[in-house]
Structures are given as structure tokens and as C-alpha cells.
């Protein structure tokens, strides 16, 4: 009988691959660790870091500061535009047609000589208010065509002044309306065109809304400007401000504004 004899491995031996001890691993993970090159390495990608991050958020802190400045810019130029461009353009552009305005350029220093109050001649003025109790008194006969052409008489004579233009626009609105038969008629249409040129004209320089906005935005702008709240109003700012600002829009409503019924 042939015996067989199994060949062992020693106890101990290492069987195929060689696995690696827990504390060699953790022996060169500290060498490499703490070798000086490993440690130069490591501290020169924190300073990057730390310079990439310090970079980025002074570039967000300067674009947002130049994006305040600009909105607080454009704020100031709609705020100018509120208290002189709109309601100069809106004068300009609906104010009654006269030889004296009908060739000048917008914005051009006659046009903006001409949107100011200026007098009219004594005597044009008088025939103009001539006309315009001439053509009330046709009216309340019902003779409204005639009205019409007296009415049409003042805007001729003198088209510079506000209340009495704005006075005979009415009554032209209030006689085309009593010739008219039916709505939506020549007539009718023609009483509507009245009424839009009276209101149109009276959203011009003498409106005080364009004020009161204008008002309310540059202050709006001073407290951004100075990084503090819009708070609300003071006692202070009212009696200073506020009360001024009413009474002169009061003054210049009745003197040049208010057509004198």
C-alpha cells in the first residue's frame, strides 16, 4: 500500500497574496504625512484656497456696491424726469398749436422759454376775453355753432393763457355736445376731442401730481443714499417741507391754474 502524505503549510506562513499589517498602513500614512514636502504641499493648497475665496467674495462685495450706486443713479434721473422732463414734454406736446410755437424744437431754449408763463399782449388779451363772454352768451341762447367759432377765437388770440383757454375748451366741449344728436356722432366726437385736450393739457407743467411723485422719489433716494430706512414722515419734515410744498402748488394752481369760473 502506497500512503500519500499531505504537505502542509507551517503555521504562520503567508498564503498567496500578502495581506497588509493595520499598523504598517497607518505607520506610512504618518511618515508620508509628516514628511516636509507632504506639509509645504498642504499648506500652500490652504493659502490658495483661502486667497481664491477672499478674491471672489471682494469681487461680489464691489459689483454690488457698483450696481447700488447705478440703480441709485437711474433713481435720481426718474426723479428729475418726474419734476421737469414729463411734465414739460406733456405741456409741450398738448398745449394749443400757435404761429409762435408751431416751428420750434422740442427742448431748444425758445421751446423752453415758451412753456414759462409768459404775459400776453393787453390787447389780445382783451379780445380773447371779449370772445370768450361774446361765446358764452351765445351758448346760453343756444346758438352753439356760433359759440363754437368765439370759442375757437380765444385759443387764436391767446393761446398762452392756461385758465382762459382751458375755460373756452369746456364750454366748446358743452355746445358740441348739445348739437350732437346721438352718441358717437361727428359731434359727439368732436365734444370728446374738446374734453381730451382740456385734460391732456391740464397734466402739462400745472399738474401738481408730477410734484407730488417727484417729491416722494427724491426722498426715497436721499434716505438710500444715506443707507438708512425710508422711515415715515416727521413733524419736522412736514412743517419744513411738506407745508411749503402744498401752499406754493396751491398759489401757482389759482394764479395760473384753476380756469376761472
Given at each position: 500500500m502506497i500512503s500519500v502524505a499531505r504537505v502542509t503549510a507551517p503555521r504562520g506562513a503567508p498564503i498567496g497574496r500578502a495581506r497588509s499589517s493595520p499598523g504598517r498602513t497607518a505607520t506610512a500614512r504618518r511618515a508620508s504625512t509628516?514628511?516636509?514636502?507632504?506639509?509645504?504641499?498642504?499648506v500652500r493648497a490652504r493659502v490658495g484656497t483661502e486667497r481664491s475665496s477672499s478674491s471672489t467674495s471682494s469681487g461680489a462685495t464691489d459689483a454690488s456696491g457698483v450696481s447700488r450706486r447705478a440703480a441709485l443713479a437711474g433713481k435720481a434721473l426718474f426723479t428729475l424726469g418726474e419734476a421737469f422732463i414729463f411734465p414739460w414734454a406733456t405741456e409741450g406736446a398738448t398745449r394749443p398749436k400757435s404761429p409762435a410755437t408751431a416751428d420750434l424744437?422740442?427742448?431748444?431754449?425758445?421751446?423752453?422759454?415758451?412753456?414759462?408763463?409768459?404775459?400776453?399782449?393787453?390787447?389780445?388779451?382783451?379780445?380773447?376775453?371779449?370772445?370768450?363772454?361774446?361765446?358764452?352768451?351765445?351758448?346760453?341762447?343756444?346758438?352753439?355753432?356760433?359759440?363754437?367759432?368765439?370759442?375757437e377765437e380765444v385759443y387764436a388770440l391767446a393761446p398762452t393763457e392756461y385758465k382762459m383757454c382751458q375755460r373756452a375748451g369746456?364750454?366748446?366741449?358743452?355746445?358740441?355736445?348739445?348739437?350732437?344728436?346721438?352718441?358717437?356722432?361727428?359731434?359727439?366726437?368732436?365734444?370728446?376731442?374738446?374734453?381730451?385736450?382740456?385734460?391732456?393739457?391740464?397734466?402739462?407743467?400745472?399738474?401738481?401730481?408730477?410734484?407730488?411723485?417727484?417729491?416722494?422719489?427724491?426722498?426715497?433716494?436721499?434716505?438710500?443714499?444715506?443707507?438708512?430706512?425710508?422711515?415715515?414722515?416727521?413733524?419736522?419734515?412736514?412743517?419744513?417741507?411738506?407745508?411749503?410744498?402744498?401752499?406754493?402748488?396751491?398759489?401757482?394752481?389759482?394764479?395760473?391754474g384753476i380756469p376761472d369760473y
Open positions: 509628516s514628511a516636509p514636502g507632504s506639509r509645504v504641499a498642504v424744437a422740442p427742448f431748444s431754449p425758445a421751446w423752453l422759454s415758451s412753456i414759462l408763463y409768459t404775459e400776453t399782449d393787453p390787447d389780445a388779451k382783451a379780445s380773447a376775453k371779449a370772445a370768450l363772454l361774446l361765446g358764452e352768451a351765445l351758448q346760453a341762447e343756444g346758438k352753439h355753432a356760433e359759440a363754437v367759432e368765439k370759442f369746456l364750454r366748446t366741449a358743452v355746445s358740441y355736445k348739445a348739437m350732437s344728436a346721438r352718441l358717437g356722432d361727428e359731434y359727439d366726437k368732436k365734444a370728446n376731442d374738446a374734453k381730451q385736450v382740456v385734460w391732456w393739457w391740464g397734466r402739462g407743467t400745472r399738474w401738481p401730481g408730477w410734484y407730488i411723485v417727484a417729491y416722494l422719489s427724491a426722498r426715497n433716494v436721499w434716505f438710500e443714499t444715506r443707507e438708512d430706512p425710508v422711515g415715515a414722515f416727521t413733524a419736522t419734515e412736514g412743517l419744513a417741507v411738506l407745508v411749503p410744498i402744498w401752499l406754493g402748488l396751491l398759489y401757482a394752481l389759482v394764479t395760473f
